[in-house]
Protein backbone atom coordinates (compact mmCIF):
# COMPACT_ATOMS: atom_id res chain seq x y z
CA UNK A 1 0.00 0.00 0.00
CA UNK A 2 1.18 3.33 -0.54
CA UNK A 3 1.76 5.35 2.44
CA UNK A 4 2.81 9.57 2.79
CA UNK A 5 4.83 10.40 6.28
CA UNK A 6 4.93 14.18 7.44
CA UNK A 7 6.31 13.93 10.69
CA UNK A 8 6.31 18.00 11.36
CA UNK A 9 2.52 18.62 12.03
CA UNK A 10 3.80 22.55 12.64
CA UNK A 11 6.46 24.82 11.97
CA UNK A 12 7.09 28.69 11.98
CA UNK A 13 9.60 30.67 10.00
CA UNK A 14 10.86 34.64 9.93
CA UNK A 15 9.86 36.37 6.99
CA UNK A 16 12.50 36.15 4.00
CA UNK A 17 13.96 33.16 5.26
CA UNK A 18 14.40 29.54 4.45
CA UNK A 19 12.50 26.38 5.44
CA UNK A 20 12.24 23.36 4.86
CA UNK A 21 8.87 21.11 4.83
CA UNK A 22 9.94 16.90 4.98
CA UNK A 23 7.87 13.86 3.92
CA UNK A 24 8.42 10.46 3.25
CA UNK A 25 6.59 7.81 1.47
CA UNK A 26 6.40 4.37 0.20
CA UNK A 27 5.36 2.60 -2.82
CA UNK A 28 6.16 -0.54 -4.85
CA UNK A 29 5.45 1.38 -7.90
CA UNK A 30 8.74 2.74 -10.48
CA UNK A 31 5.83 4.97 -11.88
CA UNK A 32 4.99 7.20 -9.52
CA UNK A 33 4.45 11.47 -9.39
CA UNK A 34 4.57 13.74 -5.99
CA UNK A 35 2.99 16.74 -5.36
CA UNK A 36 2.86 19.91 -2.52
CA UNK A 37 -0.71 21.19 -2.06
CA UNK A 38 -0.69 24.61 -0.31
CA UNK A 39 -3.92 24.86 1.63
CA UNK A 40 -4.62 28.57 2.96
CA UNK A 41 -7.14 29.33 5.05
CA UNK A 42 -9.69 30.11 2.79
CA UNK A 43 -9.38 26.23 2.59
CA UNK A 44 -8.33 26.15 -0.82
CA UNK A 45 -6.53 23.18 -2.24
CA UNK A 46 -3.47 25.09 -4.39
CA UNK A 47 -1.23 23.14 -6.13
CA UNK A 48 2.48 23.96 -5.43
CA UNK A 49 5.10 21.90 -7.28
CA UNK A 50 4.79 18.71 -8.57
CA UNK A 51 7.74 15.55 -9.53
CA UNK A 52 7.89 12.47 -11.77
CA UNK A 53 9.59 9.80 -10.23
CA UNK A 54 11.50 9.34 -13.71
CA UNK A 55 13.15 12.66 -13.24
CA UNK A 56 16.24 13.11 -11.39
CA UNK A 57 16.37 16.87 -11.62
CA UNK A 58 14.49 18.52 -8.68
CA UNK A 59 11.34 20.85 -10.13
CA UNK A 60 11.85 24.60 -8.74
CA UNK A 61 9.06 26.71 -9.12
CA UNK A 62 10.14 30.07 -7.96
CA UNK A 63 10.76 30.73 -4.67
CA UNK A 64 9.49 26.68 -4.17
CA UNK A 65 12.02 23.64 -5.03
CA UNK A 66 12.30 20.50 -3.75
CA UNK A 67 15.13 18.11 -3.01
CA UNK A 68 13.71 14.79 -4.16
CA UNK A 69 15.46 11.63 -2.86
CA UNK A 70 14.57 8.43 -4.62
CA UNK A 71 16.22 5.79 -3.26
CA UNK A 72 15.31 6.91 0.63
CA UNK A 73 11.60 7.77 -0.75
CA UNK A 74 11.85 11.19 0.82
CA UNK A 75 10.60 14.66 -1.14
CA UNK A 76 11.16 17.26 0.91
CA UNK A 77 9.95 21.11 -0.65
CA UNK A 78 12.08 24.01 0.53
CA UNK A 79 10.82 28.13 0.64
CA UNK A 80 13.21 30.48 0.40
CA UNK A 81 12.16 33.97 0.64
CA UNK A 82 9.15 33.41 3.03
CA UNK A 83 6.59 35.54 2.57
CA UNK A 84 3.51 36.47 4.82
CA UNK A 85 1.39 34.93 2.39
CA UNK A 86 2.73 31.33 2.57
CA UNK A 87 1.41 30.92 5.74
CA UNK A 88 -0.27 27.56 5.29
CA UNK A 89 -1.08 24.23 5.58
CA UNK A 90 1.14 22.05 3.07
CA UNK A 91 0.25 18.70 2.12
CA UNK A 92 2.78 16.20 0.78
CA UNK A 93 0.96 13.64 -2.04
CA UNK A 94 2.01 10.59 -4.27
CA UNK A 95 0.03 10.08 -7.08
CA UNK A 96 0.24 6.19 -8.78
CA UNK A 97 0.73 6.50 -12.60
CA UNK A 98 -1.60 4.82 -14.95
CA UNK A 99 -5.57 4.99 -15.43
CA UNK A 100 -6.58 5.63 -12.33
CA UNK A 101 -5.11 8.66 -10.47
CA UNK A 102 -5.92 8.23 -6.95
CA UNK A 103 -3.87 10.66 -5.12
CA UNK A 104 -2.79 9.76 -1.59
CA UNK A 105 -1.89 12.78 1.16
CA UNK A 106 0.20 13.11 4.14
CA UNK A 107 -1.29 14.92 7.49
CA UNK A 108 -0.23 18.27 6.23
CA UNK A 109 2.28 20.98 7.84
CA UNK A 110 1.16 23.90 9.68
CA UNK A 111 3.36 26.64 8.39
CA UNK A 112 3.94 30.37 10.12
CA UNK A 113 5.18 32.96 8.33
CA UNK A 114 5.93 35.12 11.26
CA UNK A 115 6.78 38.70 10.41
CA UNK B 1 -14.39 31.17 -14.50
CA UNK B 2 -13.48 27.29 -14.86
CA UNK B 3 -13.71 24.98 -12.39
CA UNK B 4 -15.35 23.11 -9.68
CA UNK B 5 -18.47 24.46 -7.97
CA UNK B 6 -19.42 22.96 -4.46
CA UNK B 7 -22.51 23.37 -2.94
CA UNK B 8 -23.45 24.11 0.03
CA UNK B 9 -20.75 26.10 1.47
CA UNK B 10 -21.47 24.76 5.28
CA UNK B 11 -24.01 22.55 6.60
CA UNK B 12 -25.70 21.42 10.31
CA UNK B 13 -27.36 18.19 9.79
CA UNK B 14 -28.69 16.36 12.49
CA UNK B 15 -28.13 12.58 12.92
CA UNK B 16 -29.80 10.39 11.21
CA UNK B 17 -30.92 12.62 8.22
CA UNK B 18 -29.81 12.27 4.81
CA UNK B 19 -27.79 15.10 2.91
CA UNK B 20 -26.09 15.07 -0.81
CA UNK B 21 -23.29 17.17 -1.16
CA UNK B 22 -23.33 18.45 -4.85
CA UNK B 23 -20.43 18.90 -7.14
CA UNK B 24 -20.16 20.02 -10.60
CA UNK B 25 -17.26 20.64 -12.84
CA UNK B 26 -16.81 22.30 -16.05
CA UNK B 27 -13.49 21.49 -17.23
CA UNK B 28 -14.81 18.34 -19.20
CA UNK B 29 -12.57 16.08 -17.00
CA UNK B 30 -13.14 12.23 -16.78
CA UNK B 31 -12.07 11.86 -13.35
CA UNK B 32 -13.73 13.08 -10.22
CA UNK B 33 -13.09 12.39 -6.77
CA UNK B 34 -15.01 12.92 -3.15
CA UNK B 35 -12.06 13.54 -0.09
CA UNK B 36 -12.88 14.57 3.48
CA UNK B 37 -10.47 16.75 5.12
CA UNK B 38 -9.91 15.93 9.20
CA UNK B 39 -7.32 17.30 11.33
CA UNK B 40 -4.42 15.20 12.07
CA UNK B 41 -5.62 12.96 9.16
CA UNK B 42 -4.84 14.94 5.99
CA UNK B 43 -7.24 14.24 2.68
CA UNK B 44 -8.93 10.43 2.76
CA UNK B 45 -10.07 9.64 -0.45
CA UNK B 46 -13.79 8.40 0.42
CA UNK B 47 -15.18 7.82 -3.02
CA UNK B 48 -13.80 8.32 -6.80
CA UNK B 49 -15.19 7.91 -10.57
CA UNK B 50 -12.82 7.36 -13.20
CA UNK B 51 -14.96 7.86 -16.09
CA UNK B 52 -19.50 8.67 -16.52
CA UNK B 53 -21.35 5.57 -15.24
CA UNK B 54 -18.33 3.71 -12.88
CA UNK B 55 -17.86 4.64 -9.29
CA UNK B 56 -14.66 3.34 -7.16
CA UNK B 57 -14.44 3.45 -2.99
CA UNK B 58 -11.76 4.81 -2.02
CA UNK B 59 -10.09 4.79 1.70
CA UNK B 60 -13.13 5.19 3.67
CA UNK B 61 -16.25 4.51 1.65
CA UNK B 62 -18.29 3.46 4.54
CA UNK B 63 -21.28 5.38 4.64
CA UNK B 64 -21.53 7.49 1.80
CA UNK B 65 -22.24 7.11 -1.45
CA UNK B 66 -21.89 8.57 -5.36
CA UNK B 67 -23.17 8.50 -8.71
CA UNK B 68 -21.75 9.76 -11.75
CA UNK B 69 -24.92 10.33 -14.37
CA UNK B 70 -22.85 12.68 -16.59
CA UNK B 71 -19.37 13.99 -16.58
CA UNK B 72 -19.85 17.18 -15.33
CA UNK B 73 -21.68 16.15 -11.81
CA UNK B 74 -20.72 14.05 -8.56
CA UNK B 75 -22.71 14.29 -5.95
CA UNK B 76 -22.19 12.51 -2.69
CA UNK B 77 -24.53 11.51 -0.66
CA UNK B 78 -25.24 10.41 2.94
CA UNK B 79 -28.00 8.09 3.78
CA UNK B 80 -27.86 8.71 7.61
CA UNK B 81 -25.68 10.82 8.83
CA UNK B 82 -23.48 9.63 12.18
CA UNK B 83 -21.36 12.57 14.34
CA UNK B 84 -18.16 10.79 13.22
CA UNK B 85 -18.97 12.09 9.61
CA UNK B 86 -18.69 15.88 10.68
CA UNK B 87 -15.69 16.66 8.58
CA UNK B 88 -14.87 19.51 4.97
CA UNK B 89 -15.60 17.35 2.32
CA UNK B 90 -13.48 18.42 -1.09
CA UNK B 91 -14.42 17.89 -4.62
CA UNK B 92 -12.09 17.04 -6.94
CA UNK B 93 -11.60 16.78 -10.59
CA UNK B 94 -8.68 15.36 -13.26
CA UNK B 95 -8.03 14.31 -16.46
CA UNK B 96 -7.16 10.70 -16.36
CA UNK B 97 -3.58 9.12 -17.17
CA UNK B 98 -0.44 11.03 -17.09
CA UNK B 99 0.17 13.50 -14.61
CA UNK B 100 -3.00 15.16 -14.11
CA UNK B 101 -2.64 17.23 -11.19
CA UNK B 102 -6.21 17.18 -9.42
CA UNK B 103 -8.38 20.38 -9.46
CA UNK B 104 -10.44 21.02 -6.26
CA UNK B 105 -13.34 22.98 -4.99
CA UNK B 106 -13.63 24.86 -2.24
CA UNK B 107 -15.39 22.35 0.17
CA UNK B 108 -18.29 21.68 2.09
CA UNK B 109 -18.25 22.11 5.85
CA UNK B 110 -20.53 19.86 7.24
CA UNK B 111 -21.36 19.68 10.96
CA UNK B 112 -23.21 16.41 12.23
CA UNK B 113 -24.50 16.90 15.49
Known amino acids: AQTVTQSQPEMSVQEAETVTLSCTYDTSESNYYLFWYKQPPSRQMILVIRQEAYKQQNATENRFSVNFQKAAKSFSLKISDSQLGDTAMYFCALLQGGATNKLIFGTGTLLAVQP | TAGITQAPTSQILAAGRSMTLRCTQD?????MYWYRQDLGLGLRLIHYSNTAGTTGKGEVPDGYSVSRANTDDFPLTLASAVPSQTSVYFCASSRTGGVSPLHFGNGTRLTVT
Open chain 2, 27 to 31: MRHNA
